[in-house]
């Protein structure tokens, strides 16, 4: 079984910073692209940055100067350093990856984590 486990969510002031953080556990071979999305109250789950396993990123453009994706291979991490924040970027965020599982055959699955909560205040 493979998992993902969020964590840094929190209550922070606009202009103000938190790091997400999501680990990877179980049966992993390899991750190809990792990402973060976000769900706001009563609105749809979006992307919000992605890192391939190469380094490249990709983010919305509403986050793009003050967002910054990471991650460490060797660890099955990915990071969000989130900077300047403001209160649209309230919401749930979800950790996302392409996961290589040894068992049983080195398949290639799409694992969420189970979210972590940010809320932004005025």
């Known amino acids: 079984q493979v998992q993902l486990v969020e964590s840094g969510g929190g209550l922070v002031q606009a202009g103000g910073s938190l790091r997400l953080s999501c680990a990877g556990s179980g049966e992993i071979f390899g991750i190809n692209t990792m990402g973060w999305f976000r769900q706001a109250p009563g609105k749809q789950r979006e992307l919000v940055a992605r890192?391939?396993?190469?380094?490249?990123?990709d983010y919305v453009d509403s986050v793009k100067g003050r967002l910054t994706i990471s991650r460490d291979n060797y660890k099955d991490r990915v990071y969000l350093q989130m900077n300047s924040l403001k209160t649209e970027n309230t919401g749930d965020y979800y950790c996302n990856a392409d996961v290589i599982v040894i068992t049983p055959d080195y398949r290639s699955i799409e694992v969420w984590g189970q979210g972590t909560l940010v809320t932004v205040s005025s």
């Open positions: 890192i391939t396993i190469g380094g490249s990123t």
